[in-house]
């Protein structure tokens, strides 16, 4: 791969002025807020600006900017074209593109969520005639609905498959709204009743099921409890309809998941149980070893050391025979590197810091660098392990690692346990490290100006 060198953005630091790299990303952020934009800025941002490192910025930064300095464009402000950076200009430039961007903004990549739906001309059809768009008069005035097939059955697939992409990139919180249309679309090509097989119906109420706990997961990481468990419940109903062991066992895994996140850790385990009922006869052990860790957690919750140990017992033991042809798709995250994380949550809400600490280390280096989101999700798992293992210098360095990935990842679960680390490192400020690091989050945050 040939590398063209970064060149100094000389417009972007006159625009700067005598003020610091922290003073104007603080300015940054209070622009951002005036126009409902949230960025992660600080100084490191502007200095790779500055540096050239960063060549076009993302929409919402370009947003902030556009705000800032009125009448001017991305290249009176010094940048390259979008089209040069990440368009064909720049594979051409740099021979082979990177496997993920890592600045594009979520907004951009949420409006495939709608373009994907929309690309088939008998989705668009189908869609249209389902009255999803315009008036009542002039839905009434449609065509009854065409049999739905294919295309619409792959769209409503590829939908689910370009959800869990992003939300890998970046987490919940800037897809969560825009992801919410292509259910609506699912479910209404569901309810119209027009499948024209009977494989086509089992595949759609499948692939609606997939994009409510897609959504309800979106929901979840970006702090939406309600609408998560409300997008679980149907996930589970239309599993239990359609007869779906598959779906009903992924319906229980994220419905125990959020139980424990919003402490009902006995709703937890009866769901964790659930769901491995439903999946026992599917043949796959890797799909047993999460709800077993599902369970785990909820038992950690209730402070049942013994059964949250037995629990991971299993999840260790189901993980070790290895992959199977019969793994749900929606499982390619559920690596060695999440089963290290999940127990490590375990031995954290059991009050075991130092060991809870070891497994998240574990998690971050098996952890692949694409799956962003996991990525920074560890890292703050580490962070907070260290903190309340008295360990605040080691916290601190872990702390600044989440912070870098937070420009590319948007998620209010990362953020919420970024600050209770932050709570517990407050009464060590004293240590060089821990100041640096507080004064930097603060600064990030908006807590301090």
Known sequence: MVSTGAVPNLAFRRLRGQRSAGEFAAAVRRAAREIGEQVA?????????????????????????????????LADLGFSSRETVRGRGARATVGTPPPTAPHRDTDEESDV???????????????????LGGTPAAAAARPAPRRVGEAEVSAVEKAVRQIRLLD????????????SRPLRIAYALLDSGAAAKRSTAGRLHAGAGELAISVGWLAHDSGRFEDARSHYAEALATARVAG?????AHAFCNASFLARDTGRPRESVRAAEAGQRAAQPLGSPRLLALLALREAGGRAGLGDRVGCERAIGRAHAAFGHGRSDAD?????????AELEFLEAQCWSVLGEWSRAARHARRAVRLQDPHFTRNLALYRAELTWDLARAG???????????????LDRVRSTRIRAMLAGSVT?????????EVREFLERHDEVSGTRE
């Open 244 to 248: 779906d062991a598959a779906l009903e």
């Open 424 to 432: 517990a490192l407050r009464p060590q400020r004293g240590t060089r």
């Open 168 to 179: 890998d990139r970046h987490g919940g919180d800037g897809l969560y709204r825009k992801a």
């Open 113 to 131: 969520l709608r373009r994907v739906f929309m690309t088939s001309g008998t989705a668009t059809m189908a869609t249209a005639t389902l009255g």
């Open 391 to 405: 360990e605040a210098a080691q916290a601190a360095a872990e702390g600044h690692r989440v912070l870098d990935l």
């Open 41 to 73: 800025c600080d100084a490191r941002y502007i200095g790779r600006v500055e540096s050239g490192e960063i060549r076009c910025p993302n929409y919402a930064y370009e947003r902030v900017f556009l705000h800032m300095f009125p009448g001017t464009t």
């Open 328 to 336: 749900p798709e929606w499982m390619s995250f559920f690596r060695e």
